[in-house]
């Protein structure tokens, strides 16, 4: 998991500048591209579920209405 963040203006400490806020931008942000690359696996998983179950279905759904259609002609 990220890391405990610590709030930017502590009380009774030193004043917060521009810098010390630009750290705690990149701080945060390298945080949150770690969690979302934790979550890419996940995503991939799914993904590939998600192509297995679309190639198994559309082909179902075609020779279903082939077969409905051949059977109103008839």
Do not use: D, H, Y
């Amino acid at each position: 998991m990220s890391p405990r963040l610590e709030p930017i203006n502590r009380i009774g400490g030193e004043p917060t500048t521009t810098a010390l806020t630009a750290q705690r931008l990149r701080v945060v942000a390298i945080a949150r591209a770690e969690e979302a690359l934790a979550e890419l696996p996940k995503l991939a998983r799914r993904f590939a579920t998600l192509l297995l179950v679309l190639s198994i279905a559309i082909p179902v759904v075609v020779v279903l209405l082939v077969v409905l259609l051949w059977q109103l002609v008839l």
